[in-house]
């Protein structure tokens, strides 16, 4: 009688558990076949064309303004796509000595809500 109690009991928290699961596997985001957008960034000639098909701004605009918003030194810009968004990539120097990556709309010009990325500067471990 006692084995038959445990089992039952047992039988009950894996059933719980399972549903648990089941449960946080429900609430995760839906994943789609499509890959996710990557940056992808364009050759010069690519960005010329598209700088004057699409009327984007002015990358040396938008590296001033980040590198004041930043407090850094730009170092340069590219034109990329992140799915069907332009974006320039914008490479700062900080006071610190990291090189900052930050993402600006192409068309817009404002700061996108993409990741931006540091990397080690020349005594950081490079």
């Not at 558990?17 to 996710?36: G, K, M, Q, S, Y």
């Not at 490479?91 to 000595?97: F, I, Q, V, W």
């Amino acid at each position: 009688m006692l084995a038959a109690l445990a089992l039952v009991r047992w039988t009950i928290a894996a059933a719980a558990t399972v549903a648990a699961i089941d449960f946080a596997r429900a609430a995760e985001p839906l994943h789609t076949e499509e890959e996710p957008a990557h940056l992808h960034c364009l050759t010069m000639a690519q960005a010329r064309s598209l700088m004057e098909s699409h009327k984007l701004a002015n990358p040396f605009h938008s590296m001033r303004e980040a590198a004041m918003r930043l407090s850094g030194e730009p170092l340069g810009a590219r034109l990329c796509e992140l799915g069907e968004t332009l974006l320039y990539e914008i490479s700062l120097l900080r006071a610190d000595g990291r090189i900052v990556k930050i993402l600006v709309d192409a068309v817009t010009g404002r700061p996108h809500s993409g990741h931006a990325k540091s990397e080690s500067g020349p005594n950081r471990g490079e």
